[in-house]
């Protein structure tokens, strides 16, 4: 099958089509025809090598696909050869065909393209994670979702709202995304590079009012982000793409406060994790997408040729919401 | 009735004997006749004003009991007139009578005192609440807890070891102390004054091999904690009696290894949660109670007019388990 690989030989790695087998659906797998994949930070890190894929897992990059069931393992029960299915891949996207676990699958809703769906598993799991499984998030609570725009925050904005009828508080650098965000369902953005976003937040809904805050950015924001919590308030750590180095912490905080602060990553959570994951995802939130009350953000489509130029609007930063790869 | 009340007309708060009016149970409360109460040092805090009681709570000193219904509310069924009964109060200890919700109060088994009893409540409910609430601790995890010899630290080891079937490491800073530790279920006991906690859990369990660790050091056991600590570990704030300041805190690892970081008090919780978690305790821990298991640790017992002694003895860090007061 064709399948984007990596190439080593040049100064800098870049993605060159190939060839590779085509692989053989397990027991309870799904063989699919990928029609779309979307594009991750996470693949950019692992073109350079700094993001080894999980063990067992393809070394072919992409996170999710949507696409057509073309063979269906002997103990499969829940799909047949040519449903339309998406889902989260461990790797294995930026390819014609692969397999997928029939229970990290999830049927394409009629009212979503193949691109639509494929923008969906990585970013909406993982906010949904962040929000439900590490954050306990409550109906009608205060959320503050940083880099309100990113595919992460696109998706968390619209779940904390949408699903958990709660109120969204987002941060994002430009104004067109902080336009995105409001028009997602968030009551306030702010753009954290004219303003201290916890002062703005003090002022608009009163000091100590956040709930729940799912952080990208680390280190810089440690101070406010504490500040802001309130009683029996969560961090929730995705990433820490502003640095990881905090001087002069305070955990006093985090004991008056009754503070709860954890990081996760979704990649390495072992399959049933996941699957429990997938599930819960679609029980909460598949009626809303099928309804079109929650849609995925899509930034644009690339052909799978133009991949190198697609890395490099995610590396630059410029997208709101998601990239995608079709015509594989 | 009697009740000891504070002095503040010297230099330093003192503990004097006084009379004040018998409480009168509400409709779903019990007005109990003290046998036995045991300190805290919450006492010590709230006697020099830095800790002002909770809302609608007695101003006497004393956050638990043990002694005979003396009286019921009329909505009360679970007890009777005449009943031995124990648990947990928001204050109000210290004095010849108190009242409490019957949803706070646990009968006395039949192989406990009231002063044993009475030992119990705080030290055990908020071990329970540290290791099973907030810390989410599962059956054969590997669990550090600091200041294993304190009264929260013998309950917690017992809890984990008989009750969840935990490897219990603990720290605590005189020989006597780590020998009881290692009687009440701790495998590996540190000197924390002679020895590098974490160096000897590395050397004896390997690194990261830490589930779940209770605290009430604070900031200089941080960097130690965060290091020791397993993929998907929990570092659980009791307290921070050394200090809260951390220089040049790494916020990494939490995202690397999935850290979850909280930070809890009992005190100042709701009455509703202190009445699940004391439903809950009951039903994991009491049988364990009541076959001798698991044994509250007592210091010494001294008589109600010495209390002042007693309290001394809680600042100057001498006890090894509750301190108990009788005699009212």
């Known amino acids: ?94 390819a014609e065909y692969c397999v997928i676990h029939e229970k990290m699958a999830m049927h394409i809703p009629e009212n979503l393209s193949f691109e639509e769906a494929a923008a969906i598993p990585e970013v909406f799991l993982t906010a949904f994670q962040a929000l439900k499984m590490l954050g306990n998030i409550k109906k009608n609570e205060t959320v503050l979702i940083h880099a309100g725009a990113s595919g992460v925050g696109t998706a968390a904005i619209q779940l904390a709202n949408k699903v958990f009828n709660c109120r969204v508080i987002t941060t994002a650098g430009r104004d067109e995304k902080l336009e995105t965000c409001l028009k997602l369902g968030a009551e306030l953005a702010i753009n954290y590079k004219k303003q201290d976003f916890s002062k703005v937040i003090e002022k608009e809904a009163g000091p100590k009012s956040v709930d729940l805050i799912i952080d990208f950015v680390g280190a810089p924001y440690w101070e406010n982000n504490i500040a802001i919590l309130t009683m029996d308030g969560r961090l929730i750590y995705l990433s820490m793409l502003g640095g990881t180095g905090v001087e002069n912490m305070n955990l006093l905080p985090i004991l008056r406060k009754r503070l709860t602060i954890k990081g996760s990553t979704l990649r390495n959570r072992p399959a049933e994790y996941k699957m429990n994951l997938t599930s819960d995802f679609h029980s909460y939130a598949m009626d809303h997408i099928e309804e079109g009350i929650i849609r995925p953000v899509i930034h644009q489509v690339f052909d799978w040729h133009d991949v190198e130029q697609a890395h490099q609007m995610i590396k630059n930063n410029e997208n709101t919401g998601k990239i995608i790869l079709t015509g594989m």
Chains 1, 2 share one sequence.
């Open 1 to 94: 099958m064709k399948a984007l690989l990596i190439d080593n030989s040049k100064e800098k790695p870049e993605m060159i089509p190939g060839e590779v087998p085509t692989p053989e659906p397990g027991e309870y797998e799904l063989l699919v025809k990928i029609e779309a994949t979307a594009l991750n930070r996470a693949d950019l890190l692992q073109k350079s090598g700094n993001y080894p894929p999980p063990e067992g897992a393809s070394t072919i990059l992409g996170l999710e696909m949507a696409g057509v069931v073309e063979e269906t393992g002997p103990e499969v029960t829940r799909y047949d050869k040519g449903d339309e299915v998406f889902g989260l891949l461990p790797g294995g996207g930026y």
